[in-house]
């Protein structure tokens, strides 16, 4: 009963996304760096949960995926970048990462082959590297 009261309470609002989710994680780490260090930063841990409330229950629809949108733009190359460095990290003995000289493209070859011939898969430029 309680659950269909919320769910009628929700409809037609923009309910919870990714932003939210980490809104909320940095608020809750604010709030505990607050709490052991500088307590100002509680207030902002509280100003962050109070717009993640306010993003949630926005009947502005359209306004709230704007922001989502430019939040990905921000978020999505952070993961990516992460994800590439965990990847190189746990594969730094078999392979050697390096950037294509002329597009920056981000290239791998087998390590202990010594100087090799690489040509880019995007803008097809030959170069030579060391492995």
Known sequence: MLFQKFQQFMYGRYGGDLFNLVLLGAGLLLSLLGGLLFWPLT???????????????????P?????????????????GWCKLQRQKWSLRKTYKYFK?????QQLRAPRGRGNIEVTCQRCHNVFRTKT
Do not use: T
């Open 43 to 61: 207030l902002a841990a509280d100003a962050l949960y109070i717009y993640a409330l306010f993003r949630m229950f926005s009947k502005n629809i």
């Open 63 to 79: 306004a709230r995926q704007r922001e989502y949108y430019a939040f990905l733009k921000v978020w999505n190359p952070l993961v």
């Open 100 to 104: 294509c000289p002329n597009c920056k």
